[in-house]
């Protein structure tokens, strides 16, 4: 059985946040090398979505089981030239893994809570999600009641109302870059071009930025934008974004000078070029222009938390435009988000070798890990404080109800149902192996016994990766009520 470890880290991370006095009677002495989370300036999660009734209905497999908070495998199914099948196995570590029974509750107070509180002290923070059309990311940014988008603005505007923050204001900008050019989603996609000034900066000229006073006010904003956005139907996807959008969430002090920035990113579905299932020039165009720009993004946040001299900022007018959002007091959380089925093993090693170029983490025991725990950036005086105070009531943990029981009945179900098809499928290859042993000559039967070892040595290592999904989610469900 082949197995690859995990890519190799070489360096540790850098460009670390400004911190006031107070915050160094409060970290932790660490040996060279280490970083906590306070010091931590990108972060990169992955979520994994549960399987759906289709994949399940035609018996697909979940191969990317979890081995711990921050580590997950991949038990990718594979067939030799001579149609010997086998499993190529492989091991990622990220800040954070999120199973598929992880709420966008509890992904929210892991990786964009912080950067709210970031902007809140005058930073610039940069949330996206990255992964194959159809692994989850609307889900996750977009969903109407628990996405990402919804539950930062929540925490906005509560913030807003608080006496420390009330004179400052929210403004709203939402464009696109479709092959190259910026179209300004909430002004009639009026074309727009990014500036460079003496100092580095770049400003986008033409980008009509919105006051908003409310939530509603900001999804009515959001959903608008988004019926302007390019899309184009693909293999994989129907409605498959073409662009990458960009939502920019600014706080403006009175006189209309910037006090803090945040930028939700939702890229262009990354599918490969076979997957587009067209051979039409203006597919492969954007195909071509969405992985020249991803690329430009890997590089320049991995050169970034490389503390290279340079990043290729100018590799493409996504990085370029996000630059002043990278340097500086600034915080960036990636999350990659990955489908667990087997035929679907290609898109999620693509989208973990993505994400794992980006840190390459060297497992749990890397230096860099020893910190990190689940908390939010370190306080810099009195403004953050007024923060935390403001969130106090939501760090609690959730209390168990009916709802997540369900959950986790019908997740125990589709476990049980998985083992059953299992078991027949083993039942079969007896029944099958037997008739054989009794008709063929022995010369097949040598053949025949071959295939017969080789299909149970697969049927075990699934039957393994079924008990190994099942112990890991028992083992999170007592720690999580342990915590209650």
């Given at each position: 059985?082949?197995?690859?470890?995990?890519?190799?880290?070489?360096?540790?991370?850098?460009?670390l946040f400004k911190r006031s006095p107070v915050d160094n009677n409060h970290l932790a002495r660490s040996e060279p090398g280490t970083r906590s989370i306070q010091e931590q300036k990108i972060k990169v999660c992955v979520r994994k979505r549960p399987l759906s009734k289709r994949?399940?209905?035609?018996?697909?497999?979940?191969?990317?089981?979890?081995?711990?908070?921050?580590?997950?495998?991949?038990?990718?199914?594979?067939?030799?030239?001579?149609?010997?099948?086998?499993?190529?196995?492989?091991?990622?570590?990220?800040?954070?893994?999120?199973?598929?029974?992880?709420?966008?509750?509890?992904?929210?107070?892991?990786?964009?809570?912080?950067?709210?509180?970031?902007?809140?002290?005058?930073?610039?923070?940069?949330?996206?999600?990255?992964?194959?059309?159809?692994?989850?990311?609307?889900?996750?940014?977009?969903?109407?009641?628990?996405?990402?988008?919804?539950?930062?603005?929540?925490?906005?505007?509560?913030?807003?109302?608080?006496?420390?923050?009330?004179?400052?204001?929210?403004?709203?900008?939402?464009?696109?870059?479709?092959?190259?050019?910026?179209?300004?989603?909430?002004?009639?996609?009026?074309?727009?071009?990014?500036?460079?000034?003496?100092?580095?900066?770049?400003?986008?000229?033409?980008?009509?930025?919105?006051?908003?006073?409310?939530?509603?006010?900001?999804?009515?904003?959001?959903?608008?934008?988004?019926?302007?956005?390019?899309?184009?139907?693909?293999?994989?996807?129907?409605?498959?974004?073409?662009?990458?959008?960009?939502?920019?969430?600014?706080?403006?002090?009175?006189?209309?000078?910037?006090?803090?920035?945040?930028?939700?990113?939702?890229?262009?579905?990354?599918?490969?070029?076979?997957?587009?299932?067209?051979?039409?020039?203006?597919?492969?165009?954007?195909?071509?222009?969405?992985?020249?720009?991803?690329?430009?993004?890997?590089?320049?946040?991995?050169?970034?938390?490389?503390?290279?001299?340079?990043?290729?900022?100018?590799?493409?007018?996504?990085?370029?435009?996000?630059?002043?959002?990278?340097?500086?007091?600034?915080?960036?959380?990636?999350?990659?988000?990955?489908?667990?089925?087997?035929?679907?093993?290609?898109?999620?090693?693509?989208?973990?070798?993505?994400?794992?170029?980006?840190?390459?983490?060297?497992?749990?025991?890397?230096?860099?890990?020893?910190?990190?725990?689940?908390?939010?950036?370190?306080?810099?005086?009195?403004?953050?404080?007024?923060?935390?105070?403001?969130?106090?009531?939501?760090?609690?943990?959730?209390?168990?109800?009916?709802?997540?029981?369900?959950?986790?009945?019908?997740?125990?179900?589709?476990?049980?149902?998985?083992?059953?098809?299992?078991?027949?499928?083993?039942?079969?290859?007896?029944e099958d192996f037997s008739l054989d042993l009794e008709n063929a000559n022995l010369d097949m039967i040598q053949y025949k016994y071959t295939k017969y070892k080789?299909?149970?040595?697969?049927?075990?290592?699934?039957?393994?990766?079924?008990?190994?999904?099942?112990?890991?989610?028992?083992?999170?469900?007592?720690?999580?009520?342990?915590?209650?």
């Open positions: 059985m082949k197995k690859t470890p995990s890519s190799i880290n070489r360096t540790r991370n850098s460009l994949e399940i209905a035609i018996n697909e497999l979940d191969i990317a089981p979890l081995s711990g908070t921050r580590s997950i495998e991949i038990h990718a199914p594979k067939q030799k030239v001579d149609l010997t099948k086998y499993t190529d196995q492989h091991s990622f570590t990220f800040d954070q893994v999120f199973d598929a029974s992880t709420s966008n509750r509890t992904i929210y107070q892991k990786t964009t809570k912080p950067l709210i509180d970031h902007m809140f002290q005058g930073g610039k923070a940069t949330c996206f999600a990255y992964g194959q059309t159809g692994s989850g990311k609307t889900y996750t940014m977009l969903d109407s009641k628990h996405g990402l988008y919804v539950q930062a603005t929540s925490d906005i505007f509560r913030l807003l109302n608080t006496p420390e923050y009330n004179k400052l204001e929210a403004w709203v900008g939402y464009y696109e870059i479709y092959q190259g050019q910026l179209f300004d989603l909430l002004n009639k996609r009026r074309a727009l071009i990014p500036r460079e000034d003496g100092k580095g900066n770049v400003h986008i000229s033409g980008l009509k930025e919105h006051r908003i006073h409310s939530v509603t006010t900001m999804m009515q904003a959001f959903d608008f934008g988004n019926r302007e956005r390019t899309t184009s139907k693909t293999k994989t996807n129907d409605t498959s974004s073409r662009s990458h959008a960009i939502l920019q969430i600014l706080l403006k002090k009175p006189d209309e000078t910037m006090h803090g920035k945040l930028n939700f990113i939702d890229l262009a579905g990354s599918e490969r070029g076979t997957d587009r299932g067209s051979t039409d020039i203006k597919l492969r165009l954007e195909g071509a222009e969405i992985n020249r720009s991803l690329l430009a993004l890997k590089e320049c946040i991995r050169a970034l938390d490389k503390d290279k001299k340079h990043a290729p900022f100018r590799g493409s007018k996504l990085t370029m435009v996000l630059k002043d959002s990278f340097v500086g007091n600034s915080m960036t959380c990636m999350i990659a988000t990955i489908s667990p089925n087997n035929s679907n093993s290609d898109h999620t090693l693509n989208t973990l070798r993505y994400a794992d170029r980006v840190k390459e983490l060297r497992g749990e025991s890397d230096p860099r890990l020893s910190s990190n725990i689940d908390t939010h950036v370190a306080p810099a005086a009195q403004p953050i404080h007024s923060v935390r105070e403001v969130h106090a009531e939501e760090d609690g943990h959730e209390k168990l109800d009916k709802n997540h029981i369900r959950e986790f009945l019908h997740w125990h179900q589709v476990e049980v149902h998985g083992n059953e098809l299992q078991l027949k499928e083993a039942k079969k290859l007896i080789q299909t149970l040595e697969d049927l075990l290592h699934r039957k393994v990766c079924f008990i190994e999904n099942l112990k890991n989610r028992i083992k999170k469900e007592l720690v999580d009520e342990q915590e209650l």
